[in-house]
């Protein structure tokens, strides 16, 4: 499956990175001197549950240039979500499921306004 993950950081950047090193195509959203480092150093984790290095990772800066991806994780700040429903219309084909990992109560909604679809939430 193609994961793309929208939002490299804390949350992002680790369920993308485990998601790599179980062997699935994932590509990372980021822009300028994140996405920079990722593509220069890769992406490292360090968890109790075990660490992890991935080298090389796939960033893409433009969402339209990652293509359309089977799922969708979206990883960003709640202010941020109108705009990261609006970004990641590229990439949300007929098939795609959209999964929100964000907190806050009208997300949700956001994300289905954008995409034509309820996204599947995972909220704290």
């Known amino acids: 499956m193609k994961f793309t993950m929208f939002g490299s950081g804390g949350v992002g950047g680790y369920y993308g990175a485990r998601l790599a090193q179980a062997g699935e195509d994932v590509v990372f959203i980021a822009r300028g001197a994140h996405a920079r480092a990722m593509r220069e150093k890769g992406l490292t984790i360090r968890s109790e549950l075990g660490d992890a290095v991935i080298k090389p990772v796939s960033v893409k800066e433009d969402p339209a240039q990652a293509g359309v991806a089977d799922v969708i994780v979206v990883a960003v700040k709640l202010w941020d979500s109108e705009s990261a429903a609006q970004a990641i219309k590229p990439?949300?084909?007929?098939?795609?499921?959209?999964?929100?990992?964000?907190?806050?109560?009208?997300?949700?909604?956001?994300?289905?306004?954008?995409?034509?679809r309820t996204p599947a939430s995972c909220s704290g």
């Open 91 to 116: 990439m949300v084909g007929p098939r795609t499921t959209v999964v929100s990992l964000q907190n806050g109560v009208d997300k949700d909604e956001v994300l289905a306004r954008a995409v034509g």
